[in-house]
């Protein structure tokens, strides 16, 4: 008598958030250098099946939802930088692949409770699509851009009309300490997970060109 066994794989996608702080403009691109790292193999943006792990109720990490004003786009282009990467055709992120260097970081006072690094980096988004834009964890991170940036746990962007195909917004991100954070963008019924590295590297990117605090 012949046993079948049938063996089934459980796949766990870890979103992991750390984080930055200083609310100051932005330029939408940071670029830097560093000694090369040969590991990519977590790197990439993860699609996942819905945005269920990010938490509902503000904590600590800012206010819980902020409506970007596209009236606060500080200029626009026909394309994105190319070391940004572009999630769900929508925003175009510090994230891995493209960005192959982790964001600076410094110091701030003006920040969320705990949220004590800043990394200045601008927001850059497809001028007429709406989509929304989450932290995973809300106690060690915090986004946001506009005019002032505000920190929040969520940022929801309404479609802008624009001369040019993408804007972009001044602010950055806070978190408690440096690493690779997880933000996850939805549009149109879709979400990806970004990795996006704040002050420390993402797997196959490179430390920040210093000065960068810790």
Not at 123 to 128: A, D, H, K, N, T
Not at 181 to 198: E, K, Q, R
Not at 202 to 207: A, M, N
Request: proline letters at 11%; charged letters at 15%; glycine letters at 8%.
């Amino acid at each position: 008598m012949t046993r079948r066994w049938i063996v089934g794989a459980l796949v766990v996608l870890a979103l992991t958030v750390a984080s930055c702080s200083d609310s100051g403009t932005a330029s939408p691109v940071v670029t830097t250098s560093a000694p090369p790292s040969n590991d990519t193999s977590s790197a990439a943006p993860t699609e996942v099946s819905s945005a269920s792990s990010v938490p509902d109720s503000p904590t600590s990490g800012g206010a819980d939802v902020i409506d970007l004003d596209c009236a606060d786009a500080i200029g626009s282009a026909e394309t994105p930088p190319p070391d940004l990467t572009v999630i769900e055709g929508a925003v175009a992120l510090p994230a891995t692949p493209a960005a192959t260097t982790a964001l600076q970081t410094s110091r701030t006072a003006d920040a969320p409770d705990g949220l004590r690094l800043f990394a200045k980096q601008g927001l850059v988004v497809r001028s007429g699509t709406a989509f929304k834009m989450a932290v995973v964890d809300p106690d060690e991170v915090a986004i946001g851009w506009g005019n002032p940036a505000t920190p929040a746990q969520r940022v929801h962007v309404s479609p802008c009309p624009s001369t040019g195909a993408w804007l972009a917004f001044a602010g950055g991100y806070w978190v408690d300490k440096v690493g690779c954070i997880t933000v996850v963008v939805s549009h149109n019924g879709s979400s990806t997970s970004a990795h996006v590295g704040v002050g420390a590297p993402c797997p196959g990117q490179t430390p920040p060109t210093p000065p960068s605090e810790t």
